[in-house]
């Protein structure tokens, strides 16, 4: 793997010591899964991996943690107390400053893998959809996501935009704008792409 970093072994080292074992292979699971959709649908893989791989390295700190990370780096403040959304932001932060990872897509594709954005990169989709459908995770409709992912990207994120959103409204759960912006965006590629046909 030649993604620049400035230690790696001290990168794995703190995946490791960071995450519980469920989280680790869900890790592994997104990196193998995005770099299948890489190979699939034309992305760089080698980026793909180090990102599925590292997406989650926030994800298992505890708020205290998470919530002197988000002061450490400026984040916003909605982020404080907010682990499900905080994780991406500060684990593009830890692997940018922490870890010298200098490549803009692959932090960019970390930092936006719960929510989305409009005007997604492929990178971005590649691990927004393999965080998704990895092969560890067991929701019932598993297969369904999977193939979709397989032939269709801006429909697998589409269809993901739309659970979320759903799933969010029903539990009379905030929707951040950013994923807002990403449906609308992607319903937007998806007419343009149709009408280009
Ligand atoms: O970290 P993972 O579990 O692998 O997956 P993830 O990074 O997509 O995180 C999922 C969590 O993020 C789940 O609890 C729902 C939450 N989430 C996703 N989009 C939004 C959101 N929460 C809020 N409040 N608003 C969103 O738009
Ligand atoms: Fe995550
Ligand atoms: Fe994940």
């Known amino acids: ?14 995946l490791r010591a960071n995450l519980k074992e469920s989280r680790y292979r869900h890790s592994m699971g997104v990196e193998e899964m995005a770099v299948r959709l890489a190979r699939l ?16 390295i926030a994800k298992n700190f505890d708020t205290e943690t998470m919530d002197s990370y988000v002061r450490k780096y400026g984040l916003p403040e909605k982020l404080i107390g907010n682990n499900a959304l ?14 010298g990872v200098a490549d803009k897509e692959i932090l960019d594709s970390v930092r936006y893998h719960t929510t989305a954005r409009m005007d ?25 996501y999977q193939d979709l992912a397989y032939r269709d990207l801006d429909q697998a994120c589409l269809e993901i935009l739309e659970y ?9 759960m905030e929707i951040d704008k950013d994923t807002l912006e990403a449906r609308d965006w992607v319903v937007n590629k998806i007419k343009e792409t149709e009408n280009g046909k």
């Open 1 to 14: 793997m030649s993604i620049n970093c400035t230690n790696r072994d001290a990168l794995e080292d703190f």
């Open 41 to 56: 649908h034309g992305a760089d893989e080698e980026k793909a991996a180090f990102a599925g791989r590292y997406h989650d």
């Open 86 to 99: 905080a994780h991406s932001k500060v684990g593009a932060e830890i692997l940018e400053h922490e870890f």
């Open 120 to 144: 997604m990169t492929l990178l971005d989709e590649v691990i927004f959809v393999a965080d998704v459908v990895e092969d560890n995770r067991t929701y019932s409709d598993l297969d369904y």
């Open 164 to 172: 979320t959103i759903g799933s969010l409204t029903s539990k009379g």
